[in-house]
């Protein structure tokens, strides 16, 4: 079955700098685009990143670009998004997501998310 | 950058009855050179990450119920629940997944009438 497990998130002031994580078991990793996606409280959802099977493309939302990263980690089938000089407007549920078995890059397993709150 | 709108934004349905959301896209989404449709549309339910429904704007995912129906090409597509079920209640997001940034539509609630 396949698994994604967020961590990391938390109450960051702003300026601050977090960085997420997602555990991933149930298939084999260093086989799949990843994403990232999150979701401010009551709007809508916003892709944020994502990242190859290899770790050597990734892409970002102009709203993050230059401020956050996407990595992974295939051995320890982890997935990262370091998050800097956040904002109020970062505030929300980020989901890891990874790619539909046979749907190009849309996104057939998610996470439960993580909750990042950037406040003073 | 792709543009997705949704429309409505909200909508209510007698249980039994169809229910159809539209989604449109800035510019199209269709990929001449394998004529697939780069669109899926997703379900989320309260306190619930979205679940993808269909893909390729047509294509249903394993164990999606088949009152589930995407259409549509290139840029007008919807997504079309025959016999609305309760627990079918959910805002439903359409993704463009063309083109990086990945965009979705705004989503449509959709409640019982």
Redesign the interface.
């Known amino acids: 079955e396949v698994q994604l497990v967020e961590s990391g998130g938390g109450l960051v002031q702003p300026g601050g700098s977090l960085r997420l994580s997602c555990a991933a078991s149930g298939f084999t990793f260093s086989n799949y685009w990843m994403?990232w996606?999150r979701q401010a409280p009551g709007k809508?959802?916003?892709?944020v990143s994502?990242i190859s099977s290899d770790g050597t493309t990734t892409?970002?939302?102009?709203s993050v670009k230059g401020r956050f990263t996407i990595s992974r980690d295939n051995a320890k089938n982890t997935l990262y998004l370091q998050m800097n000089s956040l904002r109020a407007e970062d505030t929300g549920v980020y989901?890891c997501a990874r790619v539909?078995m046979?749907?190009?890059?849309?996104?057939?397993y998610?996470?439960?998310?993580t909750l990042v709150t950037v406040s003073s | 950058d792709i543009v997705m709108t949704q429309s409505p934004d909200s909508l209510a349905v007698s249980l039994g009855e169809r229910a159809t959301i539209n989604c449109k896209s800035s510019q199209s989404v269709l990929y001449s050179s394998n004529n697939k449709n780069y669109l899926a549309w997703y379900q989320q339910k309260p306190g619930q990450p979205p679940k993808l429904l269909i893909y390729w704007a047509s294509t249903r995912e394993s164990g999606v119920p088949d009152r589930f129906s995407g259409g549509g090409s290139g840029t007008d597509f919807t997504l079309t629940i025959s016999s609305l079920q309760a627990e079918d209640v959910a805002v439903y997001y359409c993704q463009q997944y063309y083109n990086t940034p990945y965009s979705f539509g705004q989503g449509t609630k959709l409640e019982i009438k």
């Open positions: 994403h996606v809508g959802l916003v892709w994502h892409n970002y939302a102009d989901y539909a046979h749907g190009g890059n849309s996104l057939g998610w996470g439960q998310g």
